[in-house]
């Protein structure tokens, strides 16, 4: 018996080690992106006077967001923003916003409790779907995460 168990043991290693070899690639270096430099707020001393701290540019975004979105983090696969709105009208807002533009809830995929929550809206026949994820940082600051995933349903 303790035989047999070895063996099973040893196989499934040896099962283990040969996937995460495939899985990793054979003698492939990883490549970092190449990320282009981020504007970053620049402080200006004036004489006599405290220092100033002006923006170089505002962030966009092609998601959808609250009039009072402060945005954190912009891609065009992601966009990360903070806002006023409580959790409800947060999930009224992207709930409204999905119904007038053809989306639907994934209803399997929505989380809501009192601090976070999870949503999911597709568009019929597209291969991604619109997550959009909000966790309460304090009272009057929800953090918004949105971006799109590759779905399998159609």
């Known amino acids: 018996m303790n035989l047999r168990r070895l063996f099973t043991v ?3 290693i040896a099962l283990l080690i040969t996937a995460c070899n495939s899985i990793g690639g054979k003698n492939k270096e990883a490549e970092a992106p ?3 430099p981020s504007k970053v707020a620049v402080a200006q001393v004036n004489q006599g006077k ?18 009072d979105a402060n945005i954190i983090s ?10 006023t709105l409580t959790i409800n009208d947060a999930v009224k807002f992207y709930r409204d916003y999905a119904k007038s533009n053809g989306l639907t809830e994934y209803d399997l995929l929505t989380n809501i409790t009192d601090t976070i ?12 779907e619109l997550v959009i994820q909000g966790t309460v940082i304090s009272t009057d600051n929800l953090t918004l995460s949105l971006r799109y995933e590759e779905t399998d349903v159609k």
């Open 74 to 83: 912009s891609t065009p696969e992601m966009t990360i923003a903070s806002t």
């Open 117 to 128: 929550f999870s949503m999911a809206f597709r568009v019929p026949n597209q291969e991604k």
């Open 34 to 36: 190449i990320l282009e």
């Open 50 to 67: 405290a220092p100033t701290v002006s923006a170089e540019k505002k962030l966009e975004s092609t998601f959808p967001l609250p009039d």
């Open 10 to 12: 040893w196989f499934v």
